[in-house]
């Protein structure tokens, strides 16, 4: 027979409650307590632990993609192109 999960105050249960502030835990928005009772869960938590290095890796590749600045020819065309059509 498994441990039933536990609920905090709000009846929300351990994994329940992981998932839900997974990037407050990847952007560091989270209480010392919170994020303490995160580390807690994770290290013993397989699936939510999975799911976390998911959404690291997708944060990490977002971050790479949009550090790339467009080539100013692009960026020169893009703009003109923008001005013509707000004066139209």
Known sequence: MSEPI????TG????EH?????YEY????MTPAD????RDHLAHCTPC???LSAEE???QLVKRSCAERAPEALRLRIHT???VMTTR
Not at 18 to 22: E, R, S, T
Not at 35 to 38: D, K, S
């Open 6 to 9: 536990p609920h905090d105050v």
């Open 12 to 15: 929300e249960g351990e994994c």
């Open 18 to 22: 992981a998932l839900v502030h997974l």
């Open 26 to 29: 990847l952007d560091s928005e």
């Open 35 to 38: 994020e303490q009772r995160m």
């Open 49 to 51: 632990l999975a799911e």
């Open 57 to 59: 890796l997708v944060k």
């Open 81 to 83: 192109q923008l001005t």
